[in-house]
């Protein structure tokens, strides 16, 4: 199965450590998107490449989060001086470029901060 | 920003029809109407999408007002695995979605 691969599955890390989650999309999409999701809640939209170009940052949380996609293959989602409130699983998801096509999610990771 | 409103939860006997309502009175020209499910545990998963006409897949329905401020996704016969969380979202200039519908299925 050449899904959406998402690593790690779970991250449990003390308050104030940095923590960077890969995504590895699949291999045809140029598209790659990065959202938060709490308990109850419904994913939250964070950022998304096309290809190597990040096209829309507005919505990461803070200047904690940075995401890279360097060679338009996989992508790291890194937070710093995590927080608290940063407790939550994070989704990535890949797509097509051409019109709205569907995402294709991975499985997340869950993080945990002590 | 174009958003949904969606029942929290919804019940339904298993093989017997769903229909899962959104309303998007916000919705824009441009906008696409996605719905994906959620499982415990797991990512979301596409369902279906659409624009102005209903649309159908192997996995269900998607009827889409005329003003295209509300839409429904049909399961046609509800099984025990399409329990689940299922998100109604509009794909356009932004991406944001709804707390979605908790669909119980009793045997």
């Known amino acids: 199965d050449t899904g959406v691969s998402q690593n790690p599955r779970h991250k449990i890390t003390k308050r104030g450590q940095n923590v960077t989650f890969r995504c590895d999309p699949i291999?045809?999409?140029?598209?790659l998107y990065w959202y938060r999701q709490t308990l109850g809640q419904g994913p939250e939209f964070l950022t998304y490449f096309q290809n190597e170009a990040q096209l829309e940052k507005s919505r990461l949380l803070s200047d904690r989060f940075s995401a890279e996609r360097p060679k338009g293959s996989f992508s790291t989602l890194e937070i710093q001086r995590t927080e608290q409130g940063d407790s939550a699983m994070y989704l990535c998801?890949?797509?097509?470029?051409?019109?709205?096509?569907?995402?294709?999610f991975g499985d997340g990771t869950r993080l945990s901060i002590l | 920003d174009a958003k949904t409103t969606q029942p929290n939860s919804m019940e339904s006997n298993e093989e017997e029809p769903v229909h899962l309502p959104c309303n998007h009175s916000t919705i824009s020209g441009t906008d696409y109407i996605h719905w994906y499910r959620q499982l415990p545990s797991q990512g979301p998963e596409y369902v279906i999408h659409g624009l102005t006409s209903n649309v159908n897949n192997r996995m269900a329905s998607l009827a889409i007002a005329e003003d295209r401020k509300s839409s429904t996704l049909i399961l046609h016969r509800a099984t025990l695995r399409d329990a689940a969380v299922y998100y109604c979202?509009?794909?356009?200039?932004?991406?944001?979605f709804g707390a979605g519908t908790r669909l119980t299925v009793k045997p």
């Open positions: 998801a890949s797509s097509l470029a051409d019109g709205p096509m569907p995402q294709h």
């Open positions: 979202i509009l794909i356009g200039n932004d991406m944001r």
């Open positions: 291999s045809e999409h140029n598209r």
